[in-house]
């Protein structure tokens, strides 16, 4: 007889100790104590879970542990040790193998009724209830029959744990036997009429609608009257809905009483049924007024429940409404930013992001209202600082950036408020100076408020890149003298005071500083002494030294020539207004005041050459404000903003295009009709399950283009081997499939032909392509899925296997070529603004730097080349890199398939022999993506 294939094992439980052997087992269970036995049925059953069977004890445990606490004394019955053994032995009958190799059962476990039935009928409710439970996951038809009688007398139990299992075993065995329990159904069915015990009724009903789903929609008609919302518990009330999911599959015409049942049970006191009353209206209708009651039941739960995972689940659904009914969920906009208060970063970033979209004409009023009492709020002094605050403001000033630019009438309303948050040294500073930028470049009606706001808070900044931004805002959109005027007062009054510079004093000159006797003299006193009268000097005026002296004096030289570029505009707006020529020379000698200060510090405290040129020439400039080159200085100045603002525009609106047409549907595109499909009866969840998949799996092809599969085709085999073999490799976001064509040349049939794959790097195999028979001249396409888990190169080998059907041939094996998966395929460009890249340039810790060595030589060319091979975007603008050049710096940004960014900087620059030389510096959180696309660049760049 052949022996037969070991068992697959497909848990294993780790032991403290080394595994007894068969004899140790047997005499624990036949001479030991009861913790003797309970640690050998435990050891027992960790060893058959290991894939070790204890068939041999069977009838040792039938004899000695199975009659513990059913033919004992009353004392043992009610021990609770003996409690543990009845428990742990029905755990091994769970789980040791009952059957033969033909799948008979072990004939020794028809000694195990007896005792079952022995312990359905015991007198303790617990031994009652275990045992009863352990019938509902049994299989075997022998063992379930003779018992069906017992567990039906258990369902009039006085204890409610007994009922509740009785029911479920009445349910396993009427499914497998329907002729042992024929009135099971009606049994049951009169049960839940009287049972009031919540999870007996439960079980009831899910047997009914199981077994006989016919008795279970009769006895939901029967108390449709009833109020389910408030009458009903939880878990029943759960059942109703997963019993209203198949009915309206499988009965669509009755749907919309069904669809009223659900909107009875949306009055429900439980969260949970709440969420599963909202899902499956979602699923099941596209009404306005399901989708509204779903929408707002939703929101509700977010802002009820403080639970972050239920809270990110639910926001997930919100997001799938808003794709298909966006205006449903534009009246529930308030109510949504409602849920930011209390919500932890994450939550409130994917609260803003969901409702920015939802914003309209109708409602920006008051959404920029509630977001301005959060913004006041949160800067309140009387209100301690929570974890997280500064980002919470951050994002609140992103989203009124992004809703006033969209709805620029609310921009009054807004902007003023905001001037207040430009002192603090944090970065929602930076964004709220950002953000006044631009309104003030788009509506001209803001300019004064926020040229004489921004004059009189600008001493009180801390932050240098705020000044520069402040600096820039002032000096390109001052128009009348007395802003200039204000201006220069508030710039004069943030360096004083004058000079910048001071020598340092020696210890000679500090020693000779001291008292003074100046004014005073000697007295003769009555007694003839003499008294020296001293009179102190007069206190220095003490003045207080602002942030902005300090960050110049400092060594700040980059804000010093943005000063010195303020000036020269300034200036020159001044020389442009019709007034007298004292009063512009007046403006003017100031700014060369200031100016020779700066030139005068940087001297001293060695400063960097461009930032030197910059005030020479800001100076030359200056002096001679009637000069063009100094009005077109400073129109290119604001030029060039402009055209950075249209080109973010026109960016959007592509982006927008590209949106709209992705929603578009050919004219030639099949219409699916649910009601039309054709399914199986029985076939329950499928239209869940659908919608569970489509949720859960979006997985998007990468490169399912035909013509770019037909040029990816790759060859395995050579023309000269008996077979050949050629493949496509399809990767989409989460797995590839590797498609392989296998032609017989031969003339012979070849059986069990099998592709036998191996991977290398993070690539996972799912399951092994199956056996083939190819006649001669036959094509088989197989198959084969692999996992990918992170953003690195792979490599795919293997080999073709065969046995031919000539006479004592042996088995044949064909090696394939390695096909090695490239990066690019998992990464896709990206954007964002300079101050996300300038914080994930600092955050990422891993840096692959690369000398460039290129025969490309012009400059613009080798970053486009660059970008066509790595799959980067550059966030640098159009306008930008216009032109020629002697150098070039771009930021590149890139996503990989998992979400995980990439940021690259390439800083080049011609060499007298025009040549191009510098370096490419990529960053990224993990080294596989980095090191990959440094290796891609490198193999790419030389052109």
């Not at 004939?107 to 007896?114: A, C, K, N, Q, Y």
């Not at 921004?454 to 900044?461: D, E, P, R, V, Y």
């Not at 510090?601 to 100076?619: F, M, P, T, V, Y």
């Not at 590209?658 to 054709?678: A, G, M, N, T, Y």
Request: charged content about 25%.
């Amino acid at each position: 007889m052949a022996q037969q294939p070991e068992p697959p094992c497909y848990l294993l439980v780790g032991m403290d100790k080394q595994a007894p052997t068969p004899k140790e087992l047997k005499e624990a269970i036949e001479k030991g104590g009861t913790k003797e036995r309970i640690q050998a049925v435990k050891d027992m059953i960790a060893l058959t879970l290991n894939g070790e069977p204890q068939t041999k004890l069977i009838m040792s445990v039938i004899k000695f542990i199975q009659p513990s606490g059913t033919t004992t004394s009353s004392n043992e019955k009610n021990d609770a040790s003996v409690h543990t053994l009845k428990k742990l032995v029905l755990y091994f009958w769970e789980v040791v193998e009952k059957v033969d190799a033909q799948g008979k059962l072990l004939p020794e476990l028809i000694l195990l009724v007896d005792f079952l039935r022995r312990d359905l009928a015991h007198p303790n409710e617990f031994i009652r209830g275990a045992t009863l439970r352990f019938l509902c996951n049994l299989k075997e038809k022998e063992i379930l029959e003779p018992l069906a009688p017992t567990v039906l007398d258990c369902l009039v139990h006085r204890h409610s744990y007994v009922r509740r299992n009785a029911i479920l075993a009445i349910t396993n065995i009427y499914k497998r036997i329907p002729e042992a329990l024929p009135d099971a159904p009606e049994t049951v069915e009169q049960l839940l009429a009287q049972e009031t015990d919540v999870t007996a009724k439960r079980n009831a009903f899910l047997m009914l609608f199981t077994c006989t789903p016919d008795r279970a929609v009769s006895y939901l008609r029967s108390i449709m009257d009833t109020d389910l919302g408030q009458s009903q518990n939880d878990v029943f009330q759960l059942a109703i809905v997963e019993l209203l999911k198949q009915l309206m599959q499988t009965n669509p015409h009755e749907k919309s009483e069904y669809i009223t049942v659900i909107f009875t049970l949306l009055q429900s006191k439980s969260q949970a049924v709440l969420f599963q009353c909202a899902s499956t209206l979602l699923a099941l209708s596209s009404s306005p007024t399901a989708i509204k009651a779903s929408a707002t039941t939703l929101v509700n739960l977010l802002n009820a429940h403080c639970d972050n995972n239920v809270k990110l689940v639910v926001l997930g659904k919100l997001e799938d409404i808003k794709k298909s009914f966006p205006e449903t969920l534009q009246e529930l906009s308030m109510d949504l930013l409602r849920c930011l208060v209390g919500s932890e970063v994450e939550i409130q970033r994917r609260i803003l992001e969901l409702t920015l979209d939802l914003v309209t004409a109708k409602n920006i009023e008051k959404v920029i209202q509630f977001l301005k009492k959060e913004l006041i709020e949160s800067t309140d002094s009387t209100t301690p600082v929570a974890k997280g605050e500064t980002d919470y403001r951050q994002l609140l000033i992103k989203f009124i950036h992004q809703s006033t630019v969209r709805h620029r009438q609310v921009a009054p309303m807004i902007v003023p408020i905001l001037m207040d948050f430009i002192v603090e040294d944090s970065k929602p500073a930076v964004d709220t100076i950002l953000f006044i930028r631009e309104m003030v470049h788009r509506q001209a009606e803001l300019r004064e408020e926020v040229i004489t706001k921004l004059a009189i808070h600008f001493n009180a900044i801390s932050a240098t890149r705020v000044f520069r931004i402040a600096l820039w805002i002032l000096g390109s959109h001052s128009k009348t003298y007395e802003e200039i005027r204000n201006i220069m007062s508030a710039l004069r009054a943030a360096l004083d005071p004058f000079p910048l510079w001071l020598k340092e004093k020696t210890e000679e000159e500090e020693e000779e500083t001291g008292i003074s006797t100046a004014g005073g003299g000697a007295t003769v006193r009555e007694d003839g002494t003499y008294v020296m009268a001293v009179v102190p000097e007069k206190e220095e005026k003490k003045t207080e030294v602002t942030s902005f002296r300090s960050l110049i004096t400092e060594g700040d030289f980059f804000l010093s020539a943005v000063l010195a570029s303020t000036l020269v505009k300034l200036v020159c707006s001044c020389w442009a207004l019709n007034i007298s020529t004292k009063e512009k020379e007046h403006v003017k000698n100031d700014a060369l005041t200031m100016l020779d200060e700066l030139i005068q510090l940087g001297i001293h405290k060695q400063i960097d050459a461009d930032s030197h040129e910059r005030l020479r020439l800001c100076k030359k400039l200056i002096g001679v404000p009637t000069n063009p080159m100094t009005k077109k200085y400073t129109e290119m100045m604001l030029k060039g903003f402009s055209d950075m603002l249209q080109e973010e525009d026109d960016a959007k609106q592509e982006e927008t295009q590209k949106e709209e047409e992705k929603k578009f549907v050919p004219i030639d595109q099949p219409i699916h009709f649910s009601q039309l499909v054709r399914t199986k009866r029985g076939d329950k969840g499928a239209l869940i399950d659908l919608e569970d998949v489509s949720v859960a799996a979006k997985n998007e092809v990468l490169s399912n283009d035909q013509n770019q599969k037909m040029k990816n085709v790759l060859q395995l085999t050579g023309f000269s081997d008996p077979v050949y073999v050629e493949g496509t490799v399809e990767v989409h976001q989460f797995d590839i499939l590797l498609e392989m064509l296998v032609v017989n040349k031969t003339e012979d049939t070849l059986q069990n032909l099998t592709v036998e794959l191996g991977t290398v790097g993070d690539l996972r195999l799912c399951e092994r392509p199956q056996s083939y028979t190819v006649a001669p001249g036959e094509e088989v396409t197989i198959k084969a899925n692999m996992k990918v888990s992170s953003t690195e190169a792979g490599v795919i080998f293997g080999n073709i296997v065969y046995d031919s059907t000539k006479a004592g041939s042996d088995q044949t094996v064909i090696v394939l070529n390695d096909l090695h998966m490239d990066i690019i395929d998992y990464v896709h460009p990206a954007s964002c603004n300079a101050t996300v890249f300038r914080t994930m340039w600092q955050d990422f810790e891993w840096e692959n730097r690369l000398i460039v060595a290129t025969e490309i030589k012009s400059l613009r060319e080798y970053l486009d080349h660059i970008l066509k091979h790595t799959n980067m975007r550059c966030q640098a603008m159009s306008t930008s890199l216009a032109g020629e050049a002697d150098f070039l710096s771009a930021n590149l940004l890139a996503k990989s398939s998992f979400g995980e960014p990439v940021v690259a900087n390439i800083s080049v620059s011609k060499t007298v022999n025009g040549n191009i030389e510098g370096y490419v510096r990529i960053r990224s959180r993990s080294q596989g993506i980095a090191l990959g696309l440094g290796d891609k660049i490198t193999i790419k760049q030389k052109g």
